[in-house]
Protein backbone atom coordinates (compact mmCIF):
# COMPACT_ATOMS: atom_id res chain seq x y z
CA UNK A 1 0.00 0.00 0.00
CA UNK A 2 1.21 3.64 -0.74
CA UNK A 3 2.44 5.55 2.14
CA UNK A 4 -0.50 8.22 1.02
CA UNK A 5 -2.85 5.36 2.16
CA UNK A 6 -1.70 5.93 5.82
CA UNK A 7 -4.14 8.56 6.59
CA UNK A 8 -7.11 6.73 5.31
CA UNK A 9 -6.34 4.02 7.02
CA UNK A 10 -6.41 6.22 10.08
CA UNK A 11 -8.56 8.50 9.61
CA UNK A 12 -11.00 7.57 6.51
CA UNK A 13 -13.76 9.60 5.10
CA UNK A 14 -15.65 7.37 2.69
CA UNK A 15 -18.19 10.17 1.69
CA UNK A 16 -15.65 12.71 0.74
CA UNK A 17 -13.68 9.64 -1.53
CA UNK A 18 -16.91 9.58 -3.53
CA UNK A 19 -17.54 13.14 -3.99
CA UNK A 20 -19.92 13.48 -0.70
CA UNK A 21 -22.55 10.70 -2.31
CA UNK A 22 -23.46 8.61 0.27
CA UNK A 23 -23.11 4.80 -1.02
CA UNK A 24 -25.71 2.12 -0.55
CA UNK A 25 -23.75 -0.26 1.62
CA UNK A 26 -24.64 -0.45 5.57
CA UNK A 27 -22.56 -2.18 8.39
CA UNK A 28 -24.72 -4.36 10.76
CA UNK A 29 -22.54 -4.63 13.83
CA UNK A 30 -22.52 -7.24 16.70
CA UNK A 31 -21.76 -5.96 20.12
CA UNK A 32 -21.86 -7.39 23.31
CA UNK A 33 -18.72 -5.50 25.37
CA UNK A 34 -15.58 -2.98 25.03
CA UNK A 35 -17.79 0.42 23.76
CA UNK A 36 -14.82 1.71 23.35
CA UNK A 37 -13.70 -0.92 20.84
CA UNK A 38 -16.94 0.05 18.73
CA UNK A 39 -16.36 3.30 18.74
CA UNK A 40 -12.81 3.19 17.44
CA UNK A 41 -15.04 0.95 14.90
CA UNK A 42 -16.82 3.08 13.57
CA UNK A 43 -14.03 5.83 13.25
CA UNK A 44 -12.90 3.96 10.39
CA UNK A 45 -15.94 2.65 8.44
CA UNK A 46 -16.64 6.55 7.25
CA UNK A 47 -20.13 8.02 7.03
CA UNK A 48 -22.04 4.82 5.61
CA UNK A 49 -24.95 4.17 8.51
CA UNK A 50 -23.56 1.83 10.71
CA UNK A 51 -26.14 -0.68 12.47
CA UNK A 52 -25.20 -2.32 15.88
CA UNK A 53 -27.27 -5.25 17.89
CA UNK A 54 -25.87 -4.76 21.60
CA UNK A 55 -26.59 -8.03 23.24
CA UNK A 56 -29.92 -7.17 25.11
CA UNK A 57 -27.95 -7.96 28.56
CA UNK A 58 -25.70 -5.18 28.36
CA UNK A 59 -27.15 -1.93 30.19
CA UNK A 60 -27.32 0.51 27.26
CA UNK A 61 -26.92 3.75 29.20
CA UNK A 62 -23.40 2.06 31.25
CA UNK A 63 -22.21 0.54 27.49
CA UNK A 64 -22.19 4.26 26.29
CA UNK A 65 -20.83 6.21 29.22
CA UNK A 66 -18.42 3.89 29.09
CA UNK A 67 -17.08 4.44 25.77
CA UNK A 68 -17.36 8.62 27.09
CA UNK A 69 -20.86 9.08 24.64
CA UNK A 70 -18.70 9.48 21.87
CA UNK A 71 -20.27 7.44 19.15
CA UNK A 72 -20.29 8.97 15.62
CA UNK A 73 -23.95 10.14 14.55
CA UNK A 74 -24.17 7.74 11.66
CA UNK A 75 -24.18 5.04 14.19
CA UNK A 76 -27.60 3.24 14.96
CA UNK A 77 -28.55 1.16 17.87
CA UNK A 78 -31.37 -1.34 16.63
CA UNK A 79 -34.61 -1.23 18.99
CA UNK A 80 -34.92 -5.22 19.15
CA UNK A 81 -32.32 -6.24 20.86
CA UNK A 82 -31.82 -10.04 21.93
CA UNK A 83 -29.98 -11.74 24.59
CA UNK A 84 -27.25 -13.86 23.09
CA UNK A 85 -26.12 -17.53 23.69
CA UNK A 86 -22.66 -18.16 22.10
CA UNK A 87 -23.86 -21.04 19.90
CA UNK A 88 -27.12 -20.59 19.86
CA UNK A 89 -29.77 -19.36 17.42
CA UNK A 90 -30.15 -16.09 19.16
CA UNK A 91 -26.61 -15.07 17.44
CA UNK A 92 -28.96 -15.34 13.70
CA UNK A 93 -31.95 -13.76 15.95
CA UNK A 94 -29.37 -10.36 16.82
CA UNK A 95 -27.83 -11.00 13.12
CA UNK A 96 -31.83 -10.64 11.58
CA UNK A 97 -32.82 -7.91 13.89
CA UNK A 98 -29.45 -5.99 12.93
CA UNK A 99 -29.85 -6.21 9.28
CA UNK A 100 -34.16 -5.72 8.95
CA UNK A 101 -33.17 -2.05 10.33
CA UNK A 102 -30.28 -1.69 8.40
CA UNK A 103 -31.89 -2.35 5.23
CA UNK A 104 -35.33 -0.99 5.92
CA UNK A 105 -34.33 2.71 3.80
CA UNK A 106 -31.76 0.06 1.69
CA UNK A 107 -32.24 -0.21 -2.25
CA UNK A 108 -32.63 -4.17 -3.20
CA UNK A 109 -29.06 -4.23 -4.92
CA UNK A 110 -27.80 -2.51 -1.11
CA UNK A 111 -25.56 -4.67 0.13
CA UNK A 112 -25.30 -5.39 4.26
CA UNK A 113 -22.08 -6.37 5.73
CA UNK A 114 -21.91 -8.42 9.01
CA UNK A 115 -18.66 -7.83 11.11
CA UNK A 116 -18.45 -7.76 14.96
CA UNK A 117 -17.27 -5.23 17.35
CA UNK A 118 -14.31 -6.65 17.65
CA UNK A 119 -13.23 -6.32 14.02
CA UNK A 120 -10.95 -3.48 12.93
CA UNK A 121 -10.11 -2.55 9.11
CA UNK A 122 -6.48 -2.99 7.81
CA UNK A 123 -6.96 -1.60 4.41
CA UNK A 124 -8.96 1.78 3.99
CA UNK A 125 -12.67 1.35 4.19
CA UNK A 126 -13.88 2.64 0.42
CA UNK A 127 -11.55 -0.10 -1.33
CA UNK A 128 -14.29 -2.72 0.48
CA UNK A 129 -16.73 -0.16 -0.86
CA UNK A 130 -15.39 -0.24 -4.32
CA UNK A 131 -14.75 -3.96 -4.27
CA UNK A 132 -18.87 -4.42 -3.65
CA UNK A 133 -19.50 -1.50 -5.92
CA UNK A 134 -17.71 -3.25 -8.86
CA UNK A 135 -19.76 -6.53 -8.25
CA UNK A 136 -23.46 -5.07 -7.15
CA UNK A 137 -25.19 -8.31 -7.72
CA UNK A 138 -22.42 -10.77 -5.79
CA UNK A 139 -23.47 -12.24 -2.52
CA UNK A 140 -19.92 -12.60 -1.03
CA UNK A 141 -20.48 -16.05 1.11
CA UNK A 142 -18.48 -18.93 1.29
CA UNK A 143 -18.85 -21.90 2.41
CA UNK A 144 -18.16 -26.36 2.48
CA UNK A 145 -20.90 -28.96 2.86
CA UNK A 146 -20.87 -30.85 6.37
CA UNK A 147 -21.73 -33.67 4.63
CA UNK A 148 -18.00 -34.45 3.17
CA UNK A 149 -16.98 -34.60 6.96
CA UNK A 150 -17.34 -36.92 9.85
CA UNK A 151 -20.40 -37.43 11.44
CA UNK A 152 -20.25 -35.20 14.18
CA UNK A 153 -20.71 -32.29 11.93
CA UNK A 154 -23.78 -33.23 11.04
CA UNK A 155 -24.95 -33.33 14.50
CA UNK A 156 -24.71 -29.72 14.22
CA UNK A 157 -27.79 -29.70 13.10
CA UNK A 158 -29.05 -33.17 13.45
CA UNK A 159 -28.83 -33.19 17.10
CA UNK A 160 -30.39 -30.49 19.57
CA UNK A 161 -27.85 -28.50 21.96
CA UNK A 162 -29.27 -26.11 23.81
CA UNK A 163 -27.22 -23.25 24.05
CA UNK A 164 -30.26 -21.34 24.14
CA UNK A 165 -31.53 -22.92 27.36
CA UNK A 166 -33.14 -20.83 29.29
CA UNK A 167 -32.54 -20.96 33.18
CA UNK A 168 -32.98 -18.15 36.11
CA UNK A 169 -30.95 -15.39 35.53
CA UNK A 170 -29.56 -15.78 39.01
CA UNK A 171 -27.82 -19.71 37.99
CA UNK A 172 -24.42 -19.53 37.73
CA UNK A 173 -22.14 -19.90 34.34
CA UNK A 174 -20.64 -23.13 35.78
CA UNK A 175 -24.28 -24.63 36.88
CA UNK A 176 -25.69 -23.81 33.12
CA UNK A 177 -23.33 -25.38 31.34
CA UNK A 178 -23.88 -28.41 33.57
CA UNK A 179 -27.99 -28.01 33.08
CA UNK A 180 -27.17 -27.37 28.95
CA UNK A 181 -24.92 -31.01 28.87
CA UNK A 182 -27.26 -32.79 30.42
CA UNK A 183 -29.91 -32.23 28.32
CA UNK A 184 -28.41 -32.03 25.90
CA UNK A 185 -27.06 -35.69 26.08
CA UNK A 186 -30.26 -37.00 27.38
CA UNK A 187 -31.85 -35.45 23.76
CA UNK A 188 -29.05 -37.14 21.59
CA UNK A 189 -31.23 -40.63 22.86
CA UNK A 190 -33.68 -39.12 20.27
CA UNK A 191 -33.46 -40.08 16.62
CA UNK A 192 -31.61 -38.07 14.59
CA UNK A 193 -33.41 -34.92 12.80
CA UNK A 194 -33.41 -35.64 8.84
CA UNK A 195 -33.44 -32.53 5.67
CA UNK A 196 -33.27 -32.63 2.69
CA UNK A 197 -31.49 -29.36 2.20
CA UNK A 198 -27.47 -29.98 1.29
CA UNK A 199 -26.48 -28.13 4.45
CA UNK A 200 -23.00 -26.17 4.70
CA UNK A 201 -21.12 -23.99 6.76
CA UNK A 202 -19.44 -20.29 6.44
CA UNK A 203 -18.31 -17.59 8.43
CA UNK A 204 -21.15 -15.42 9.43
CA UNK A 205 -19.20 -12.27 8.51
CA UNK A 206 -20.92 -12.09 5.04
CA UNK A 207 -22.20 -8.87 2.64
CA UNK A 208 -25.38 -9.95 1.35
CA UNK A 209 -27.85 -7.68 -0.82
CA UNK A 210 -31.05 -6.70 0.88
CA UNK A 211 -32.94 -8.85 -1.90
CA UNK A 212 -31.13 -11.88 -0.84
CA UNK A 213 -31.15 -11.23 2.78
CA UNK A 214 -35.24 -11.03 2.89
CA UNK A 215 -35.63 -13.77 0.55
CA UNK A 216 -33.09 -16.05 3.75
CA UNK A 217 -35.37 -14.35 6.49
CA UNK A 218 -38.68 -15.40 5.14
CA UNK A 219 -37.00 -19.46 4.36
CA UNK A 220 -35.81 -19.14 7.87
CA UNK A 221 -39.61 -18.60 8.95
CA UNK A 222 -40.47 -21.89 7.24
CA UNK A 223 -41.07 -25.31 8.72
CA UNK A 224 -37.83 -26.59 6.50
CA UNK A 225 -35.39 -24.70 7.76
CA UNK A 226 -36.28 -24.86 12.04
CA UNK A 227 -33.89 -27.56 11.61
CA UNK A 228 -31.33 -24.65 12.61
CA UNK A 229 -33.37 -22.93 15.51
CA UNK A 230 -31.30 -25.55 18.48
CA UNK A 231 -28.18 -26.97 16.56
CA UNK A 232 -25.11 -25.74 17.46
CA UNK A 233 -23.59 -22.34 16.23
CA UNK A 234 -26.70 -21.75 13.46
CA UNK A 235 -25.20 -18.48 12.60
CA UNK A 236 -22.14 -20.63 10.32
CA UNK A 237 -25.37 -22.62 8.60
CA UNK A 238 -28.59 -21.04 8.86
CA UNK A 239 -28.60 -18.24 6.32
CA UNK A 240 -25.50 -19.92 4.29
CA UNK A 241 -28.07 -23.11 3.70
CA UNK A 242 -30.54 -21.08 2.36
CA UNK A 243 -28.22 -19.28 -0.15
CA UNK A 244 -26.21 -22.51 -1.55
CA UNK A 245 -29.98 -24.10 -1.83
CA UNK A 246 -31.76 -21.36 -3.92
CA UNK A 247 -31.01 -19.28 -6.83
CA UNK A 248 -28.73 -17.32 -5.38
CA UNK A 249 -25.58 -19.93 -5.35
CA UNK A 250 -24.76 -18.89 -8.71
CA UNK A 251 -24.71 -15.59 -7.44
CA UNK A 252 -21.92 -16.23 -4.56
CA UNK A 253 -18.15 -15.19 -4.99
CA UNK A 254 -16.96 -18.39 -5.47
CA UNK A 255 -20.68 -19.67 -7.71
CA UNK A 256 -21.10 -22.56 -5.61
CA UNK A 257 -20.35 -24.81 -2.50
CA UNK A 258 -15.96 -25.11 -1.88
CA UNK A 259 -14.17 -28.33 -0.99
CA UNK A 260 -11.46 -27.44 1.24
CA UNK A 261 -8.41 -29.47 3.14
CA UNK A 262 -9.78 -29.08 6.29
CA UNK A 263 -12.98 -28.33 8.12
CA UNK A 264 -11.96 -24.72 9.61
CA UNK A 265 -13.75 -22.32 8.44
CA UNK A 266 -11.18 -19.49 8.66
CA UNK A 267 -9.75 -21.22 5.80
CA UNK A 268 -12.57 -19.77 3.45
CA UNK A 269 -13.23 -15.87 4.68
CA UNK A 270 -15.32 -13.73 2.76
CA UNK A 271 -13.51 -10.42 3.49
CA UNK A 272 -11.73 -11.14 6.80
CA UNK A 273 -8.87 -12.48 8.17
CA UNK A 274 -9.99 -15.45 10.71
CA UNK A 275 -7.05 -17.31 12.85
CA UNK A 276 -7.67 -20.34 12.44
CA UNK A 277 -9.77 -22.16 15.12
CA UNK A 278 -11.36 -18.74 15.28
CA UNK A 279 -10.26 -18.38 19.37
CA UNK A 280 -7.90 -15.50 20.90
CA UNK A 281 -6.93 -12.06 19.67
CA UNK A 282 -4.68 -10.79 16.68
CA UNK A 283 -1.20 -11.01 17.19
CA UNK A 284 1.22 -9.56 14.59
CA UNK A 285 1.99 -12.24 13.18
CA UNK A 286 -1.66 -12.42 12.09
CA UNK A 287 -1.54 -8.55 11.32
CA UNK A 288 0.88 -9.60 8.27
CA UNK A 289 -0.54 -12.47 6.96
CA UNK A 290 -3.99 -10.70 6.77
CA UNK A 291 -2.18 -7.70 4.70
CA UNK A 292 -0.49 -10.60 2.75
CA UNK A 293 -3.67 -12.20 1.70
CA UNK A 294 -5.21 -8.86 1.23
CA UNK A 295 -8.08 -8.97 3.67
CA UNK A 296 -10.05 -5.68 4.69
CA UNK A 297 -10.88 -6.95 8.43
CA UNK A 298 -8.76 -8.84 10.70
CA UNK A 299 -10.44 -9.91 14.23
CA UNK A 300 -10.54 -10.28 17.08
CA UNK A 301 -9.49 -7.03 18.13
CA UNK A 302 -10.02 -5.09 21.27
CA UNK A 303 -9.23 -1.98 23.17
CA UNK A 304 -6.40 -3.47 24.81
CA UNK A 305 -4.57 -4.17 22.07
CA UNK A 306 -5.95 -2.34 19.49
CA UNK A 307 -2.80 0.20 19.27
CA UNK A 308 -0.41 -2.53 18.55
CA UNK A 309 -2.83 -3.10 15.41
CA UNK A 310 -2.76 0.13 14.34
CA UNK A 311 1.23 0.13 14.95
CA UNK A 312 1.74 -2.99 12.76
CA UNK A 313 -0.81 -1.38 10.29
CA UNK A 314 1.53 1.97 10.09
CA UNK A 315 4.54 -0.33 9.82
CA UNK A 316 2.91 -2.03 6.50
CA UNK A 317 2.12 0.98 5.29
CA UNK A 318 5.69 2.77 5.21
Known amino acids: MAPQALGMVLNLNVCDIFFGEKLGTRFAVLAHDDANMLRLLAEQLGQNEIWV ?42 M ?18 FISGHCYPIRPVEQLLAYLESAPNVQHVRAYRLTDYPRWH ?40 RTGLDVVAGSQWMALTKECLQEAFEALDTKEYRIFRNSF ?22 KGIEEISNDDISSIP ?6 PGLSGLATQDDVNSAFAR ?11 NIANTIKSIIALTI
Open 270 to 275: NFHFLR
Open 294 to 304: GSFFIRKIDSS
Open 233 to 254: APDEMAIQTFIFNSRWANATSM
Open 154 to 193: TDRYARSHWFDLRLPRFTAASMRRIVRNAVKYLSFALPRK
Open 96 to 113: RACAVEAMASAEKDDHIV
Open 53 to 94: HLDKSVDMAKYLESAGGLMPENMHFVSRRVNVRWGGYSVVQA
